[in-house]
């Protein structure tokens, strides 16, 4: 069967510090959260192809914290943490963000799922602790690596069904 592919639209309004995201894809609710939450999954889909993911810690849940690292084919790591602030399954999970080479600079990032029949969409806004910072991350390629990101899911999400 072939899947279609739904465009990622990403908001990003000159002066408020947030990036609003929203991306449907062609299955059940239950597995997109599935594909969110499990670790085994999300290094299949999460980042650039051309870097391989390593999983340290993934506690999906409302307390719960997690960190991981992509790696460059040259060994290059760069590594990423935060915390789970709420998680309601299969509907709406908070967390923050940190990249290691930018201490300090956290973002809060919000993925509400829907359902939409036999798809489901997910929404999500990230808050930056400034513009500026919000433009560096979206001058360092964000729109293009969450794209392809999420070309990756439906690739996962097929895979699921």
Known sequence: MAQSRTETVIDVVPALPFIDVVREFDASVANLYHAYVDPTLVVDWLGPRRLAMEVVRYDVRTG???????????????????????????????????????????????????????????????????????????TGGMPAGLSEAFERLDEVLEALR
């Not at 919000?110 to 910072?133: I, K």
């Open 64 to 138: 719960g914290s997690w960190s991981y690292k992509h790696v460059s084919p040259d060994g290059t790591a760069y590594g990423f943490h935060g915390v789970f602030h709420l998680v309601v399954p299969r509907e709406h999970i908070v967390q923050t963000f940190e990249f290691d080479g930018a201490p300090g600079e956290v973002s809060l990032d919000s993925a509400r799922f829907e359902a939409l029949g036999s798809r489901s969409r997910v929404v999500s806004r990230t808050v930056y602790p400034s513009v500026e910072s919000r433009d560096a991350t979206v």
